[in-house]
């Protein structure tokens, strides 16, 4: 198991920055991909950036140039610098890590979630 605790949020003016973090404890060995993703209620839970253990990132087209994503080997924690924030912006943030398990000929992917926190970005 893969067990993500997540801190950061809170409420921000618009314009202002906040940085989430997001430390992963258990098998972190088996982490091949970390990630943030957010949700409004009523709406679907979208993808907001990823960080692969070869460092390579993808951001949503929404966040691109404002956030940004990095990792933190030694201590198994991710980060979300979140810099020019708008209303819309305003979301609940989730952790999201991916691990592979089993024996290489059988290998299987399983994901893992935070339990999120709340960003607030007031007009």
């Known amino acids: 198991q893969v067990h993500l605790v997540e801190s950061g949020g809170g409420l921000v003016q618009a314009g202002g920055s906040l940085r989430l973090s997001c430390a992963a404890s258990?098998?972190?060995?088996?982490?091949?991909?970390m990630g943030w993703y957010r949700q409004v209620p009523g709406k679907q839970r979208e993808l907001v950036a990823i960080i692969t253990n070869s460092g390579t990132t993808n951001y949503a087209d929404s966040v691109k140039g404002r956030f940004t994503i990095s990792r933190d080997r030694a201590e198994n924690t991710v980060y979300l610098q979140m810099n020019s924030l708008k209303p819309d912006d305003t979301a609940v943030y989730y952790c999201s890590v991916e691990a592979t398990w089993g024996p290489v000929e059988r290998q299987y992917k399983q994901d893992y979630w935070g339990q999120g926190t709340q960003v607030t970005v007031s007009s």
């Open positions: 258990g098998r972190t060995r088996s982490i091949n991909t």
